[in-house]
């Protein structure tokens, strides 16, 4: 059996993204800190299909002995797709922000990313249809106002991955490792970023997208061959492409 891993499943993209996942017929590991919408999202699947195995890790990815054990956990498992989708924002001016906040946000979004992309590529690097994706945000590509200590932990993100696809394919590797970078989405996002318990997405957004939405463009990202699934911030809509930053060669 083999399975899909998904961090952050228990609210938008990454919620979204497992049942997406699912009605593919997808067995699935859930990672989250909330145990009870993990189990929530594990009993909304089983609904629909009871045949899918659903693994439910509470874990909080944020400190970092959690994240090789939850790696090292899930070692008994066949992985063939690796999502690491987990992350919040903080949107303030850098003056103005929560250090702590801060430093667990960067925590989140790039270390334990990082570790897990590193451990999932030393097991899966020449496992045939193996897929790495790993979710920045279209703020990954431009700075955006007031969000300028977010969008750095996602312009890592995207450098990283984009770096990491250019060497797997320098290797003839058979992992593919992939950026999908999302626009606003209507999650909890914002209210986390802004420490509101009310954010009306209809009321104060022009444009978005819903989870759901995400979760479509997701899977368009994983059966295509391109290296990036970007929201265009003018237009809204969503592109495949191939990476945007510049590769060096490698020097040999």
Do not use: C
């Not at 495949?240 to 040999?252: A, E, G, M, S």
């Amino acid at each position: 059996m083999r399975y899909t891993v998904i961090t952050g499943a228990s609210s938008g993209i990454g919620y979204e993204s497992a049942l997406a996942f699912a009605e593919r017929g997808k067995n699935l590991i859930l990672i989250a800190r909330r145990e009870h919408k993990l189990e929530d999202l594990k009993a909304e699947i089983r609904q629909h299909n009871a045949e899918i195995d659903v693994v439910v890790e509470p874990t909080d990815l944020s400190i970092m002995e959690n994240v090789y054990a939850i790696y090292e956990k899930l070692k008994v498992y066949e992985i063939d797709t690796w999502i690491n989708n987990a992350g919040f924002g903080v949107k303030s001016p850098v003056a103005d922000q929560d250090l702590d906040k801060v430093e667990n946000m960067i925590q989140l979004n790039t270390q334990a990313l990082t570790i897990l992309s590193t451990l999932y590529v030393r097991d899966y690097t020449n496992v045939e249809g193996s897929q790495l994706i790993n979710v920045a945000s279209s703020g990954g590509y431009s700075i955006l106002p007031n969000a300028v200590t977010y969008t750095a932990t996602k312009f890592f993100v995207s450098s990283f991955t984009e770096g990491l696809a250019e060497e797997l394919a320098s290797k003839g590797a058979s992992l593919q490792a992939k950026i999908l970078a999302p626009g606003i989405t209507e999650t909890e996002f914002a209210k986390r970023a802004l420490d509101t318990d009310k954010f009306d997405y209809k009321e104060r957004m022009p444009n978005f997208h819903t989870a759901k939405e995400m979760a479509q463009f997701i899977l368009q990202l994983y059966d295509s061959d391109k290296t990036l699934g970007l929201v265009d911030e003018k237009t809204y809509e969503f592109e495949l492409k191939d990476p945007v930053f510049t590769n060096l060669k490698y020097i040999r």
